[in-house]
């Protein structure tokens, strides 16, 4: 059983446009992780939360995006004006015991 | 920088053949390496944590092995449902929770 849920597993919108990604935690974790994969490259870390803060972020993740625990269990991600370029799986990651991070199904995001 | 490199690209077996794959990082200071599974389409599988040179971790056909340099998974006797992408990642200890990921091996199992 998966630990974490991603909704929705495939999004498609036109540039410019903003998205919400949603991460689900089947239980209640302090540490939230973002990452994406554009196709055939490697993943790539995007941010990390920690009780409900920013705690650390790529050079991706510029004044566009930004990170959300709106009702304490839900956690997400707004790509504001979303660009070609942005087209990729978005993961979800939590971590639960040492540093081991579990990831999520993923959203596929296509901006065409 | 911290950098993570994985031979080969590719690699096709049969079923049976045993064969290793190879992780070679740079890090300033490592807090642990890891090794996950990646189906097409699909978010990475946690398969191992390895923390200092020497370690092993096993599970079912696969073996993971940490040197100061590389690692390496080891595979025994592959099934065609092992075929996967194997990603290696890394984590430095002076970062925070990042973790950097290799572009991974594309193993395939022939019946």
């Known amino acids: 059983e998966p630990e974490v849920t991603q909704t929705p597993s495939h999004q498609v919108t036109q540039m410019g446009q903003e998205v919400i990604l949603r991460c689900v935690p089947i239980?209640?974790?302090?540490?939230f992780y973002w990452y994406r994969q554009i196709l055939g490259q490697k993943v790539e870390f995007l941010v990390s939360?920690?009780?409900?803060?920013?705690?650390?972020k790529s050079e991706i993740f510029d004044d566009q995006f930004s990170v959300e625990r709106p009702d304490g269990s839900n956690f997400t991600l707004k790509i504001r004006s979303t660009k070609l370029e942005d087209s990729a799986m978005y993961f979800c990651?939590?971590?639960?015991?040492?540093?081991?991070?579990?990831f999520g199904p993923g959203t596929r995001l296509t901006v065409t | 920088e911290d950098q993570v490199t994985q031979s080969p690209e590719a690699l096709r077996l049969q079923e049976g053949e045993s064969s290793s794959l190879n992780c070679s990082y740079t890090v300033s200071g490592l807090r642990g390496l890891f090794w996950y599974r990646q189906d097409p389409g699909k978010g990475p599988e946690f398969l191992f944590t390895l923390y200092s040179a020497g370690e092993e971790k096993e599970k079912e056909r696969l073996k993971a092995t940490l040197t100061k340099k590389e690692s390496f998974l080891h595979i025994t006797a592959p099934k065609p449902e092992d075929s996967a992408t194997y990603l290696c990642?890394?984590?430095?200890?002076?970062?925070?929770?990042?973790?950097?990921f290799g572009k991974g091996t594309r193993l395939h199992i022939l019946p």
């Open positions: 239980s209640n974790h302090l540490y």
């Open positions: 990651a939590l971590r639960k015991s040492s540093y081991e991070q579990y």
């Open positions: 939360f920690y009780n409900n803060e920013i705690s650390e």
């Open positions: 990642a890394v984590q430095a200890s002076n970062r925070d929770d990042k973790i950097i």
